[in-house]
């Protein structure tokens, strides 16, 4: 490694279950191979989603600076997941878009809505993106499932 890879800060990104992160994969060889304790992550993780419903898919970007220390964001759940849950499916349509697929299951407009104010709190969307933008990129993850969008 040169020094001036050492000197820079290392971002890992994982997603890990809310709650029940543990030093085990994905976690711990993430962090190991990288020279920092996963402990000390997976108790700061685990407090700081306590809020959400243990288990839920968690997206987290982790900052290594050089000295091995770390700062870490988590983001919202993926939105294939808020949509698998709103519809009560396990899985999309292995159909989804083929002309007279199977309709893996229907979801309301207030349910995209809502998704969607969810997903706008993302900091990386917070100001840039138009809700009606966030809403059209939900009702295609939606299209792409197989999940019909009924008014």
């Given at each position: 490694?040169?020094?001036?890879?050492?000197?820079?800060?290392?971002?890992?990104?994982?997603?890990?279950?809310?709650?029940?992160?543990?030093?085990a994969?994905p976690?711990?060889?993430?962090?190991?191979?990288?020279?920092?304790?996963?402990?000390?992550?997976v108790?700061?993780?685990?407090?700081?989603?306590?809020?959400l419903?243990?288990?839920?898919?968690?997206?987290?970007?982790?900052?290594?600076?050089?000295?091995?220390t770390?700062?870490?964001i988590?983001?919202?759940?993926?939105?294939?997941?808020?949509?698998?849950?709103?519809a009560?499916?396990?899985?999309g349509?292995?159909?989804?878009?083929?002309l007279?697929?199977?309709?893996?299951?229907?979801?309301s407009?207030?349910?995209v809505?809502e998704?969607?104010?969810l997903?706008?709190?993302?900091?990386?969307?917070?100001?840039?993106?138009?809700?009606?933008?966030?809403?059209?990129s939900?009702?295609?993850?939606?299209?792409s499932m197989?999940?019909?969008?009924?008014?």
């Open positions: 490694m040169s020094k001036t890879a050492a000197l820079a800060a290392q971002m890992v990104r994982l997603v890990v279950p809310a709650g029940k992160a543990t030093a994969p976690v711990g060889p993430a962090l190991g191979a990288r020279g920092v304790k996963s402990i000390d992550f108790k700061e993780f685990n407090a700081r989603t306590a809020h419903l243990p288990g839920t898919p968690t997206p987290v970007i982790i900052t290594i600076q050089p000295d091995r770390f700062t870490f988590t983001k919202t759940p993926p939105t294939s997941y808020l949509i698998k849950q709103a009560g499916i396990e899985t349509s292995g159909e989804a878009g083929k007279g697929g199977a309709v893996a299951g229907t979801l407009v207030k349910h809505y998704i969607a104010k997903k706008a709190t993302d900091d990386h969307l917070n100001g840039t993106v138009g809700l009606e933008s966030v809403v059209r939900v009702m295609g993850s939606c299209k197989g999940v019909q969008v009924v008014p």
